[in-house]
């Protein structure tokens, strides 16, 4: 039973560093991109007041971004699953497309626009691939399995008294919370942990500026 309590600690170990690895890289994946987003909108501004519509656009894009994955009425968002539904930035670079520069300056705006369109639209399909997490259920079935055996055996041949329940209780409910953190992290646009919206909503208060 020293075994499988050691096995288990180690998995789980492993299984916590593999989420908080895909929390973080889904993070700086989502401030790459606003950041990404607000260039694009000053590199249309300076190439000139033909791209205003486009620049509209891409504020009503991160306003309809922000509100579907953090909702301003505290509910669950359901963020990228609605958030694929929307071709409003594909529409973007159809925009910049039909852009016809007369000057070097705005033939270099516009190449510069296209490829942070281009990066934007790939952040927003690795985001929506990414959706399923990075821990199995078989894995995660194994694993609770073996603490549900480890516990058995700790209380198997202890005294059936009460301080004997509440340390087994308190334990098993620590063990269970660290799970539930571990699949928390997993999910970063869903649930009690998610990643910030902060940059996301500095970028709306900037666009069209």
């Known amino acids: 039973m020293g075994l499988v309590a050691t096995m288990t600690a180690l998995l789980l170990g492993l299984v916590t560093a593999s989420a908080r690895s895909s929390f973080d890289s889904q993070d700086a994946a989502m401030r790459t991109n606003a950041t ?5 909108d000053r590199l249309l501004a300076r190439y000139g007041p033909e791209t205003r519509s486009t620049r509209d656009l891409i504020r009503k ?5 922000i509100e579907t994955t953090w909702p301003s009425d505290g509910s669950a968002g359901s963020g990228l699953a609605q958030a694929q539904d929307t071709p409003a930035v ?3 670079e159809n925009q910049i497309l039909q852009l016809a520069p007369a000057t070097d300056a705005q033939r270099w705006f516009k190449s510069e626009a296209l490829r942070l ?9 690795r985001a929506l ?5 990075s821990v199995p259920l078989l894995f995660l079935t194994v694993v609770i399995f073996w603490l549900t055996v480890t516990f058995v055996s700790f209380g198997l041949y ?5 301080s004997v329940i509440i340390v087994l209780l308190v334990s098993a409910l620590s063990v269970a919370a660290a799970v539930f953190l571990t699949l928390e992290l997993d999910d970063p646009f869903e649930g009690l942990i998610t990643i910030s919206s902060g940059p996301m909503r500095f ?3 900037q666009l069209g500026q």
Do not use: C, H, M, Y
């Open 36 to 40: 990404n987003i607000l260039t694009l």
């Open 117 to 125: 369109t281009e990066d934007v639209i790939k952040a927003r399909w």
């Open 158 to 162: 202890a005294p059936a008294n009460a």
């Open 129 to 133: 691939g990414s959706q399923e997490g």
């Open 90 to 92: 594909e529409e973007v």
């Open 203 to 205: 970028v709306l208060t």
């Open 61 to 65: 894009a991160v306003a309809f971004r």
